[in-house]
Every structure is written in structure tokens, then in C-alpha cells.
């Protein structure tokens, strides 16, 4: 868990009769987190991870040592 921040009793939430949570405004509010941003759910040690999906924009730059030669559009690889 991150140190930064410790979840409160109050920090809790309800899985609804619809299978749906909301997130408590104290974690959103310390994530930075955003109405229809996506996350991803990965199960963990008896638990869920919920972890927000980067968008391609987040990613550009991410890797400049990559190798681009040879790359291939979608439509050429069959």
C-alpha cells in the first residue's frame, strides 16, 4: 500500500444490488482521479488492485529507446 496515503474508516465503500462502488472523494481527490477515466481491476492476494489506464497520450516519449525499424501497420501483418 502506498505510504502516502492510509485509508480512513470512513474511506470505505458499499458494492451496490447494480455490482457498483463509488469511490470515496478522499481517494479520488489524492489520485487526481477524473469522471470516465478507465481503470483496470487485477486481482491480488485475495483482493482487487484498481489501477487508472494510462491514455496513449501518457505513453508517447515513454520509451524512446525503442526500435521502429520494420515496424508494420495492422493491415500488413496477414
Do not use: C, H
Amino acid at each position: 500500500m502506498d505510504g502516502d496515503f492510509v485509508i480512513s474508516s470512513q474511506d470505505v465503500a458499499t458494492l451496490s444490488s447494480k455490482f457498483q462502488i463509488s469511490i470515496p472523494k478522499a481517494v479520488r481527490s489524492a489520485r487526481n482521479w477524473q469522471p470516465r477515466q478507465k481503470f483496470a481491476f487485477i486481482p491480488r492476494d485475495g483482493g482487487v488492485m484498481l489501477v487508472p489506464v494510462p491514455q496513449w497520450k501518457e505513453l508517447a516519449g515513454s520509451m524512446p529507446e525503442a526500435n521502429t525499424e520494420d515496424y508494420r501497420e495492422r493491415n500488413e501483418r496477414f
